[in-house]
């Protein structure tokens, strides 16, 4: 009868520390996507800044506008990404599963220029 709450008990304690790792990584794979669209939505504004007309001071001050509102979100989601994983950003195995899943979520970037999408690639693995 001991043996059966022992072994329960470890059973129970297994199941819901390997649950909670598993959900920390959907829940770092989701961080990484948001961060990656960010980061997609800054890259297409500086390519459409790059491929705006000088002459257009219209165009290029509405360009502008739309990087800098798109890089203020980007350092807002990055503090809260610090804010929430705190000591862990400085652990390396953390750092490498971040960076895996923030290179394949900016796999789907369509924005990303050859030698960038060659890069992400070769850092996911």
Same mark, same amino acid.
Do not use: W
């Given at each position: 009868?001991?043996?059966?709450?022992?072994?329960?008990?470890?059973?129970?304690? *297994?199941?819901? *520390?390997?649950? &909670?790792? &598993?959900?920390?990584?959907?829940?770092?794979?989701?961080?990484?996507? *948001?961060?990656?669209?960010?980061?997609?939505?800054?890259?297409? /504004?500086?390519?459409?800044?790059? /491929? /705006?007309?000088?002459?257009?001071?219209?165009?290029?001050?509405?360009?502008?506008?739309?990087? =800098?509102?798109?890089?203020?979100?980007?350092?807002?989601?990055? =503090?809260?990404?610090?804010?929430?994983? *705190? =000591? !862990?950003?400085?652990?390396?195995?953390?750092?490498? !599963?971040?960076?895996?899943?923030?290179? =394949?979520?900016?796999?789907?970037?369509?924005?990303?220029?050859?030698?960038?999408?060659?890069?992400?690639? !070769? &850092?996911?693995?």
């Amino acid at each position: 009868m001991k043996f059966n709450v022992i072994l329960f008990s470890i059973l129970i304690t *297994g199941i819901i *520390g390997i649950s &909670g790792c &598993g959900s920390e990584n959907k829940e770092l794979k989701k961080e990484a996507k *948001g961060i990656a669209d960010v980061m997609c939505r800054s890259m297409e /504004a500086m390519k459409n800044l790059r /491929a /705006a007309d000088p002459a257009d001071s219209i165009m290029i001050h509405k360009l502008q506008q739309d990087y =800098e509102r798109v890089e203020s979100e980007m350092t807002i989601l990055y =503090e809260d990404f610090r804010t929430k994983y *705190g =000591e !862990k950003t400085t652990s390396k195995e953390f750092s490498e !599963k971040f960076r895996k899943y923030l290179n =394949e979520a900016m796999l789907d970037c369509k924005s990303l220029s050859k030698e960038d999408r060659a890069s992400f690639e !070769k &850092g996911m693995n």
